[in-house]
């Protein structure tokens, strides 16, 4: 099984990434990556010229947690993907959208095995539809300012700004949306035929969740419940912060022990970084490429 992984780098470490998606590619899967540094990502440019099996972004190069750059530039990374199926013959099985600091926690023969089961199906976790919760269109109908700072998420005083400048533009401006919301985890596998849906639909990203908060949580699975047929297998495989659980529209804190120790079947988890959890970063940065 050959796998497209897009994923995301927030940091400036070029031996954290370097490490990273050598583990992927390794294991003969190809790797589009998102960096937010400049330095890093010409560094990387220029390191891997030669390595076929890495794509740097370029046409969307940033994206942050809570702004709509997330979202948009997973689908841009997914057309990028399947660009290369046809200008670089590649044929890719899965695409695999993973945010920033998430890395797998199992073997790539363990992880092929537990996809396997669920063939030509797509696998993520919803946790709720509007239809069902009538909150999440209330959400959708509030605007959210300063989203694409790198202060949004840990400053009170960026996130006061923000919840007074959306009430007052929301009493002058209401937006309302047709379609059934679907609130998920951000992280997606996704088939073929899903990944060229999302691809073909990215203007209704743009134009619906423009100055949504935390669309990240909203947009791809709303798209995923309008645009494709594909089957969706309900699951969370992926382990995060200290409880484990991902935690809507809040930061995604570091991995901790606990949650990994309550989450033993867990495939992929996040944050791991080598200066937030270093003994954890060692035991699994190259958990992908061991052999069972």
């Not at 509030?142 to 007052?168: D, E, H, P, R």
């Not at 047709?178 to 088939?191: A, G, K, N």
């Not at 991995?255 to 970084?273: N, Q, V, Y």
């Amino acid at each position: 099984m050959k796998i497209a992984y897009c994923i995301h780098y927030l940091g400036k470490s070029f031996d954290e990434l370097s490490e990273n998606v050598d583990q992927l590619i390794d294991q003969g899967d190809d790797v589009f990556v998102m960096i937010n540094d400049d330095d890093l990502r010409d560094q990387m440019v220029i390191t891997y010229a030669d390595e076929p099996a890495l794509h740097v972004s370029q046409i969307q190069q940033q994206a942050l947690h809570g702004d709509l750059s997330l979202p948009r530039g997973q689908i841009v990374q997914l057309r990028n993907a399947l660009d290369a199926q046809i200008n670089e013959k590649k044929s890719y099985d899965r695409f695999i959208l993973l945010t920033d600091g998430m890395l797998p926690l199992k073997s790539k023969e363990e992880i092929v095995r537990y996809l396997d089961q669920y063939p030509d199906q797509d696998i993520y976790y919803i946790k709720a539809t509007s239809q069902e919760d009538p909150s999440l269109k209330k959400r959708f109908e509030n605007y959210a300012f300063f989203t694409n700072t790198l202060s949004f998420q840990k400053s009170k005083m960026v996130k006061g700004m923000n919840t007074i400048t959306s009430k007052l533009v929301h009493n002058f401006k209401k937006r309302e949306i047709e379609d059934t919301l679907v609130l998920s985890y951000p992280w997606f596998i996704l088939t073929e035929k899903s990944a060229r849906a999302l691809g073909d639909a990215f203007p209704y990203c743009s134009n619906t969740f423009k100055m949504c908060l935390y669309p990240e949580e909203l947009a791809i699975a709303t798209m995923l419940r309008k645009f494709s047929d594909v089957k969706h297998h309900n699951e969370s495989v992926w382990v995060v912060g200290k409880n484990g659980e991902y935690q809507f529209q809040e930061p995604i804190e570091p991995l901790s022990e606990e949650a990994l120790r309550s989450h033993p079947k867990a495939l992929f988890g996040a944050t791991i970084h080598p200066e937030t959890n270093l003994s954890i970063y060692q035991d699994y940065f190259d958990a992908y490429s061991i052999n069972q």
